[in-house]
């Protein structure tokens, strides 16, 4: 894949504003590239799109649209105030500088900070008070004022990876199955993630995927311990809620070891991305067989060491990634084989060594 494709895709989208609920310039902008690309989509009821490349569903990959962000639900002057979405911790909410977008056009309305927030009864941000140099609308939406796109050697910087990141690599990934003619694939980007999977719920509710069909989550997860940007993407073994399908491990674990024997370039890890909790766990708890594969993320959810910052990746990540997906989709015939295999390895011993337990 060519470096520039990807730094192209991720220039345009990363620049587009988005939060839970409002993702419709996201959406818009994927499936005109959709389009382009000739590769089918549909929306259903709750705006979630699911992209085909034909055939019988055997395997989705999914991603969100939005990012923790606020609507605007009162406005008077310069005075606002806002409805907060999305997991931050409250100590970094005061004196944050916000930016607000014109709910119609996505445009900047306005440009402000927080005067003060609210809290639920779980002690996190339900509300907040802004002070804004221009006066704003009721629906009209923000974020934090960060920098839309910045690359600095091999890393992105941007207001909002998480989960744009993971859309633009399912797009990637979608476009060169496209050209490969791999059947049975479905990419999936969905909205209001961020304030509690409220388009995956409607989703799996609504029956848009058969029970059979395989699902991979495609995020930008926090980087823990043990995980590195530039190290590849993570085969996610399990997130903050739960543990994913052994025979998804395997079968990822096996495809990404060949992967990398193959390709010098083409670098994995492995870890529970405990971080948070991504859409593969409602679509496990739902009967699917479910696993993950995370871009390791810098700054998750745009909480720095003492403040609001910037969200980055490596490009290297997210160019492994949708090659690693691109593998995944087109081997998932190997998907029971990798089991046994698992299973051959561990027994391997037992009809060598496995009598000498009688000589006790």
């Not at 934090?144 to 399912?170: M, N, Q, S």
């Not at 370039?265 to 699917?288: I, N, S, Y």
């Not at 090659?323 to 081997?331: D, H, I, K, P």
């Not at 015939?333 to 009809?351: C, L, M, N």
């Amino acid at each position: 894949m060519a470096d520039i494709e990807v730094i192209r895709l991720l220039s345009n989208l990363l620049r587009l504003p988005t939060a839970p609920f409002h993702e419709r310039f996201v959406s818009a902008f994927l499936r005109e590239r959709l389009t382009a690309a000739r590769i089918a989509f549909d929306r259903d009821a709750y705006g979630n799109i699911v992209a085909t490349t034909g055939g019988e569903p055997a395997v989705a990959l999914v991603a969100h649209m939005d990012h923790p962000g606020f609507d605007i639900v009162g406005a008077s002057g310069k005075q606002a105030e806002a409805a907060w979405h999305g997991g931050v911790d409250a100590k970094y909410f005061r004196g944050a500088r916000v930016v607000v977008y014109d709910r119609e056009s996505g445009r900047v309305s306005a440009r402000g900070s927080v005067a003060k927030i609210r809290k639920n009864a779980l002690g996190r941000v339900a509300t907040m008070s802004l002070r804004v140099n221009r006066p704003v609308r009721s629906g009209d939406f923000g974020t934090w004022d960060l920098v839309p796109f910045r690359r600095e050697g091999g890393r992105i910087h941007t207001k909002g990876a998480d989960d744009l990141v993971g859309c633009a690599a399912i797009l990637l990934t979608l476009k060169q199955l496209k050209r490969r003619g791999v059947a049975g694939v479905r990419g999936v980007f969905t909205r209001g993630e961020e304030q509690g999977f409220i388009g995956t719920l409607g989703m799996i509710r609504g029956g848009a995927l058969p029970q059979t069909a395989k699902i991979i989550s495609v995020e930008t997860s926090k980087a823990l311990p043990g995980v590195v940007l530039g190290g590849g993407p993570v085969i996610r073994l399990g997130d903050r809620a739960s543990m994913f399908d052994h025979g998804m491990v395997y079968f990822m674990d096996a495809v990404a070891r060949d992967l990398a024997q193959k390709e010098r370039r083409f670098h994995f890890q492995r870890r529970v991305m405990d971080g948070g909790t991504c859409e593969a766990t409602p679509f496990q708890l739902a009967g699917h067989i479910s696993g993950g594969v995370a871009i390791p993320l810098h700054n998750y959810h745009n909480q720095g060491k003492s403040r609001i910052g910037a969200e980055a990746v490596a490009v290297a990540d997210v160019e492994n990634a949708t090659r690693l997906l691109v593998e995944l989709c087109g081997r998932l015939h190997e998907f029971d084989r990798a089991a046994e295999d698992v299973k051959k390895r561990i027994e391997s011993g037992w009809e060598k060594y496995g009598g000498r337990l009688t000589d006790v």
